[in-house]
C-alpha cells in the first residue's frame, strides 16, 4: 500500500487545517488508518485513528475536541480536520495503514506516507 498525504502548510494560531491521505496499491477498506506526527526533537506520537470496520475512532487527549479523522472508502482516502490549532501542533504528520487485527493506536502500523508538515504560528 502506498500513502501520500497532502495538505500541510504555515498557519496561524486558531487557524484551521485539513490534511488529506490518499491510498493506492491495496484494499482499502480492510486497513485501519492513522494519523502521527512528530514534532522537533521528539519521538512520533499516535494523534487519531479510525477503524477499518468504520465502528471505532481514536484520538490522543490533546487533540480530543479539535481534531476530526474521516475516511472514505470510496476514494481510498483519509482525512484530519484540525480547528483551533496550537503552535504545539507543529509537526510533520503521517498517515499510516495497519491490518485490522492491529491495535488501533499503538505505533504499530503496517505502512506510512512520506508526511506533510504542519507549522502553527503563535
Known amino acids: 500500500v502506498q500513502l501520500q498525504a497532502s495538505g500541510g502548510g504555515l498557519v496561524q494560531a486558531r487557524a484551521s487545517l485539513r490534511l488529506s491521505c490518499a491510498a493506492s496499491g491495496g484494499t482499502f477498506s480492510i486497513y485501519n488508518m492513522a494519523w502521527f506526527r512528530q514534532a522537533p526533537g521528539k519521538e512520533r506520537e499516535f494523534v487519531a485513528a479510525f477503524s477499518w470496520s468504520g465502528g471505532r475512532t481514536g484520538y490522543v487527549d490533546s487533540v480530543k475536541g479539535r481534531f476530526t479523522i474521516s475516511r472514505d472508502n470510496a476514494k481510498s482516502s483519509i482525512y484530519l480536520q484540525m480547528n483551533s490549532l496550537k503552535p504545539e501542533d507543529t509537526a510533520v504528520y503521517y498517515c499510516?495503514?495497519?491490518?485490522?487485527?492491529?491495535?488501533?493506536?499503538?505505533?504499530?502500523?503496517?505502512?506510512w506516507g512520506q508526511g506533510t508538515l504542519v507549522t502553527v504560528s503563535s
Open positions: 499510516a495503514a495497519g491490518y485490522g487485527y492491529r491495535n488501533l493506536v499503538r505505533d504499530e502500523y503496517d505502512f
